[in-house]
């Protein structure tokens, strides 16, 4: 498919559309002159052009779900420096969490970023993108940007889990012409994947291992300023946000300032992070953090997320249950039959899962990861990050991610594809 795309555009010469990342702009105001031009660039580029630029192979898919979304998928089908031949390879499927896309798989660079890791060491890697993000935000008959109805935005992970990721997973399937491959999820990523596999898990037999970094399920512990205010009025402002027209989280706008400069007070961190949604969510950790990589992050998230998204997490927090999205129990009881929503059933889920946790994640809080751990169908790894302050957004940017996790998922899976799985692993 993208061979044909390119050869219609050899055609044309000038028609070299190098597309822009969703944060282009407001990066352009706040960097152009006080950082390199090179991590400008990758800060600017949209994934696919990004990839291209460090000569990696990238294929961009789309796949329509069942309810209308139109769903972009990047793939990095081998290496550059090793594993470099086009052919049949693992798949290794990749989840981006909360406000996030594929780019962040991809953005630390070559040598450092994931998304090229797997690559290099022999692996097909499918990025994924949930419904709403910017290589999502498409549908068959609702508008994104409508001002007269929230149809688009109407969705939570429970959506992303139930419909997005096995459209998804199938698609790479049938296209690779391959029937399991491995799901790595982050945060978000993980939470829609427990979705998936505990309301349809026929899917557990097309996964031959999960691994989940910052694992999110239960929240009853969780830590996170922004989430611990929101949670107790999750449900009054989903409704607001739906009643006046605003299904899309929109993280650009004063509030978002106000309560990032709140937040941020007593911590060495300057303005354009204390404002972003991504760093109110995940935290933020000095340690682990690449300063000069600063602008590419903030160039990449937020990639955009409903309102709903947020609403369904702080329903978790209040809670203290993993349960299917409240609408309200008039709603609930015709959508599922009972007034309360229902709980998503962990012990359904039989793939084999690893969960990587940390000491100091707010948003993945260690009673939460090990009351989930307990109540998987089949949990198989618990491995802790050695690393005191490693937190949230450390497992896919942390300066020593790749010691500290990267690596270890990496030879269990190997070892999978080699011995196949083994109870005693
Ligand atoms: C931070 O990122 C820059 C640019 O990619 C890289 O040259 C440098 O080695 C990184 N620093 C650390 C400590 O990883």
């Known amino acids: 498919m993208l061979r044909g795309v390119l050869a219609v555009c050899a055609c044309a010469t000038l028609l070299v559309t190098v597309q822009s990342s969703p944060q282009a702009e407001k990066i352009q105001e706040l960097f152009a002159g006080r950082i390199s031009n090179d991590v400008l660039e990758d800060a600017r580029l949209d994934v696919p052009e990004l990839v291209r630029k460090y000569n990696?192979?990238?294929?961009?898919?789309?796949?329509?779900?069942?309810?209308?979304?139109?769903?972009g998928m990047h793939r990095i089908p081998h290496g550059r420096d090793a594993n470099n031949t086009p052919g049949k390879r693992p798949i290794v499927f990749l989840m981006h969490g909360l406000t996030s896309s594929s780019a962040d798989w991809i953005l630390m660079g070559p040598g450092t970023a994931f998304g090229y890791m797997l690559a290099e060491?022999?692996?097909?890697?499918?990025?994924?993108?949930?419904?709403?993000?910017?290589?999502?935000?498409?549908?068959?008959?609702?508008?994104?940007?409508?001002?007269?109805?929230?149809?688009?935005w109407e969705f939570s992970w429970d959506e992303i889990g139930n419909l997005d990721l096995p459209a998804m997973i199938d698609y790479a399937l049938a296209h690779t012409g391959q029937t399991r491959l491995h799901y790595i999820g982050h945060s978000q990523g993980t939470t829609s994947f427990f979705v998936m596999t505990s309301l349809r898990p026929e899917y557990n037999a097309k996964i031959t291992s999960m691994h989940a970094f910052a694992p999110v399920a239960y929240m009853a512990h969780n830590r996170n300023p922004l989430f611990l205010v929101l949670s107790p009025i999750a449900n009054s402002l989903d409704s607001l946000a739906m009643l006046f027209g605003l299904g899309e989280f929109l993280p650009n706008n004063q509030i978002m300032t106000w309560a990032g400069q709140a937040l941020c007070m007593d911590e060495v961190v300057f303005q354009p992070i204390c404002s972003n949604i991504l760093f109110l969510v995940g935290g933020w950790n000095e340690d682990q953090h690449n300063a000069t990589m600063l602008p590419v992050k903030l160039g990449h998230t937020p990639a955009g997320a409903s309102v709903r998204q947020f609403a369904h997490y702080g329903q978790g927090i209040d809670g203290g249950e993993f349960r299917r999205f409240d609408h309200g129990w008039l709603r609930n009881r015709r959508i599922y039959g009972s007034y309360t929503p229902p709980r998503y059933d962990l012990g359904r889920i039989t793939t084999p899962v690893f969960l990587h946790y940390s000491d100091s994640d707010p948003?993945?809080?260690?009673?939460?990861?090990?009351?989930?751990?307990?109540?998987?169908?089949?949990p198989v790894g618990l491995f802790r990050v050695p690393q005191a302050?490693?937190?949230?957004?450390?497992?896919i940017w942390g300066i020593d991610a790749k010691e500290?996790?990267?690596?270890?998922?990496?030879?269990?899976?190997?070892?999978?594809?080699i011995h196949g799985f083994d109870d005693k692993i």
């Open 56 to 71: 990696y192979p990238l294929e961009e898919h789309t796949v329509t779900t069942s309810d209308g979304y139109i769903l």
């Open 121 to 152: 060491e022999g692996f097909d890697v499918w990025m994924g993108n949930a419904r709403g993000n910017y290589y999502s935000r498409r549908h068959t008959s609702f508008n994104p940007d409508s001002l007269f109805n929230t149809d688009f």
């Open 363 to 378: 948003l993945a809080e260690v009673p939460d990861v090990q009351r989930l751990f307990r109540e998987l169908g089949r």
């Open 389 to 395: 302050t490693f937190s949230h957004l450390d497992f």
């Open 404 to 417: 500290l996790l990267f690596n270890r998922a990496v030879n269990l899976i190997k070892s999978m594809e």
